[in-house]
């Protein structure tokens, strides 16, 4: 049976996008069929870095109602050139749908929620996929609740950043503690010379103290990352890096929770 993992975080640019793609490239590398779907509806940022500009259906027209799951899916396994399968699902970045995105009311939200839930029998049930990753919007918006609330498992990225383990804490009190979910943590963007040094035990029981949730991985921060300017999927056209290493550790990982 397959799972649904939202990575999700309280402030922006902690390295959702960065971390959800690079682990569905690296569970598709190791042979897994996997689906990751854009539900930043205000910033979408796959259709960029995946260089697809235009698609017949978008994940906005699956939400909708105006059409099923398969439409909006775009099949970019023989970019991964193994056994395993790479679908995506993509928001579109058109300033139009952005606006219409960011004006659903609650009914609608609702109804969107209903066709999140259903993709664990359209996409896991019938399909066969291993893994729907969702890349979210940060903070409280509805469309990061309902793939919060549709996961099986929630990775939170965040930053050493003091707003940000504040935030990303009284979050993780109040809000991911009414699902119940099985939460893991990801220290996303550490510098070497200072938390890194401390060593990996000392983070492991101050993400326990603080977050009171598991440590699933740490990622430093990369020069390599920020210079690649988004615009490649680094574990795919860096294979030899220390990310891409991590990042098959944090899959491997997850994929035993
Ligand atoms: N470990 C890292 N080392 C260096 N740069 C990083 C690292 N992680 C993320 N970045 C950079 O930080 C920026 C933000 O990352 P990303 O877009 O993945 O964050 P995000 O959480 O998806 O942001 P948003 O909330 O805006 O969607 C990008 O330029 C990315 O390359
Ligand atoms: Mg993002």
Redesign the pocket.
Same mark, same amino acid.
């Given at each position: 049976m397959g799972k649904m993992v939202a990575v999700h =975080?309280y402030?922006?640019?902690?390295?959702?996008?960065?971390?959800s793609t690079n682990l569905a490239v690296t569970l598709a590398k190791h042979g897994k069929k996997v689906c990751l779907l854009d539900l %930043?509806f205000r @910033?979408p =940022?796959l259709s960029t870095l995946l260089k697809i500009d235009k698609a017949e259906y978008w994940l906005n027209d699956y939400l909708n109602g105006v059409c099923e799951i398969d439409k909006a899916l775009i099949d970019l396994s023989d970019r991964i050139a193994n056994q395993g399968k790479f679908f995506v699902g993509l928001a579109n970045p058109s300033v139009e749908a952005i606006r219409d995105m960011s004006s659903k009311d609650r009914k609608w939200e609702m109804r969107a929620l209903g066709r999140l839930l259903s993709l664990r029998n359209s996409l896991l049930n019938a399909k066969g996929f291993d893994y729907v990753i969702f %890349?979210t919007?940060?903070g409280l918006q509805y469309s990061s609740i309902n793939a919060i609330v549709s996961a099986d498992i929630v990775i939170v @990225?965040t930053t050493l950043d003091n707003s940000d383990v504040e935030g990303t804490r009284r979050m993780l009190r109040d809000l991911y503690d009414l699902f119940e979910k099985k939460t893991e943590i990801v220290l996303?963007?550490v510098l070497y010379d200072d938390a890194l040094r401390s060593g990996r035990d000392k983070l492991q029981a101050m993400v326990k103290d603080t977050y009171e949730v598991p440590l699933l991985g740490v990622?430093?921060? /990369?020069?390599d990352? =920020?210079r @690649?300017?988004?615009k490649i999927i680094f574990v795919h056209d860096k294979p030899e890096h220390p /990310?891409t290493r991590i990042l098959a550790e944090v899959a491997a990982k997850m994929d035993k929770l």
């Amino acid at each position: 049976m397959g799972k649904m993992v939202a990575v999700h =975080s309280y402030k922006g640019g902690t390295g959702k996008t960065l971390i959800s793609t690079n682990l569905a490239v690296t569970l598709a590398k190791h042979g897994k069929k996997v689906c990751l779907l854009d539900l %930043d509806f205000r @910033a979408p =940022s796959l259709s960029t870095l995946l260089k697809i500009d235009k698609a017949e259906y978008w994940l906005n027209d699956y939400l909708n109602g105006v059409c099923e799951i398969d439409k909006a899916l775009i099949d970019l396994s023989d970019r991964i050139a193994n056994q395993g399968k790479f679908f995506v699902g993509l928001a579109n970045p058109s300033v139009e749908a952005i606006r219409d995105m960011s004006s659903k009311d609650r009914k609608w939200e609702m109804r969107a929620l209903g066709r999140l839930l259903s993709l664990r029998n359209s996409l896991l049930n019938a399909k066969g996929f291993d893994y729907v990753i969702f %890349d979210t919007s940060p903070g409280l918006q509805y469309s990061s609740i309902n793939a919060i609330v549709s996961a099986d498992i929630v990775i939170v @990225a965040t930053t050493l950043d003091n707003s940000d383990v504040e935030g990303t804490r009284r979050m993780l009190r109040d809000l991911y503690d009414l699902f119940e979910k099985k939460t893991e943590i990801v220290l996303n963007k550490v510098l070497y010379d200072d938390a890194l040094r401390s060593g990996r035990d000392k983070l492991q029981a101050m993400v326990k103290d603080t977050y009171e949730v598991p440590l699933l991985g740490v990622i430093p921060c /990369f020069c390599d990352v =920020s210079r @690649a300017e988004g615009k490649i999927i680094f574990v795919h056209d860096k294979p030899e890096h220390p /990310f891409t290493r991590i990042l098959a550790e944090v899959a491997a990982k997850m994929d035993k929770l």
